[in-house]
């Protein structure tokens, strides 16, 4: 069954290093979002894209963030300048709507990025 | 905004009893999923229940949901130690923006 990848699975990072999270959506989906949870936390929507752009975003998803879907098959978020608070598990998913309703998102493993 | 707010925060069974969580949210929604977080780990897509129905059947899982009281329930049957986990409802509005996550409720199945 296809399914959502995330690299790496781990991040390590020192305070005001830029990061780059990588994401493989399933291969026919369209829509792409990314979430993030810090520990013992409930899961927080950060943004959505869609037709290469971005199509909602939330309070979270600051000037120190973007997204970019470079080619075909990835979708990246890219932290410019982390802080400690940037630590958490992030998430990609992505979906491919049938008949004009909204359907299942699909999650990837996560990234557990620790700012140092 | 919308939000889904499960409970109870932390459940404890013993294995073979039936494990039942509720979540709430508050605007009007597409579609409510259910998911599941193993410790550390990453998000598993269990049910999703569509705005205009009531009930579905997943294996050992049944998930309600009532849109007048605007709440939703996950009853995993026979429960198992290996359904030891974490488990979200989340909520989609009807515009397929807005996807809200619940703080979750931890389920410890004890053999």
């Known amino acids: 069954e296809p399914e959502v990848t995330q690299t790496p699975s781990h991040q390590v990072t020192q305070m005001g290093q830029e990061v780059i999270l990588r994401c493989v959506p399933i291969s026919n989906h369209l829509y792409f979002y990314w979430y993030r949870q810090i520990l013992g936390q409930k899961v927080e929507f950060l943004v959505s894209?869609?037709?290469?752009?971005?199509?909602?975003k939330s309070e979270i998803f600051d000037d120190q963030f973007s997204v970019e879907r470079p080619d075909g098959s990835n979708f990246t978020l890219k932290i410019r300048s982390t802080k400690l608070e940037d630590s958490a598990m992030y998430f990609c998913a992505s979906r491919y709507p049938t008949s004009g309703l909204t359907d299942t998102q699909y999650f990837g493993p996560g990234t557990r990025l620790t700012v140092l | 905004s919308q939000q889904g707010e499960e409970d109870p925060q932390a459940l404890s069974i013993q294995e073979g009893e039936n494990a039942t969580m509720n979540c709430s949210y508050k605007?009007?929604?597409?579609?409510l999923q259910w998911y599941r977080q193993n410790s550390g780990r990453g998000l598993v897509h269990l049910i999703l229940i569509r705005s205009n129905e009531r009930e579905k059947h997943s294996g050992r899982l049944r998930v309600t949901l009532d849109t007048s009281k605007k709440s939703s329930s996950l009853l995993i049957t026979a429960s198992r130690a290996a359904d030891t986990a974490s488990y979200f409802c989340?909520?989609?509005?009807?515009?397929?923006?807005?996807?809200?996550f619940g703080p979750g409720t931890r389920l410890s199945v004890l053999p």
């Open positions: 605007t009007s929604i597409n579609n």
């Open positions: 989340a909520t989609e509005d009807n515009y397929g923006q807005n996807f809200v």
């Open positions: 894209f869609y037709n290469n752009e971005i199509s909602e």
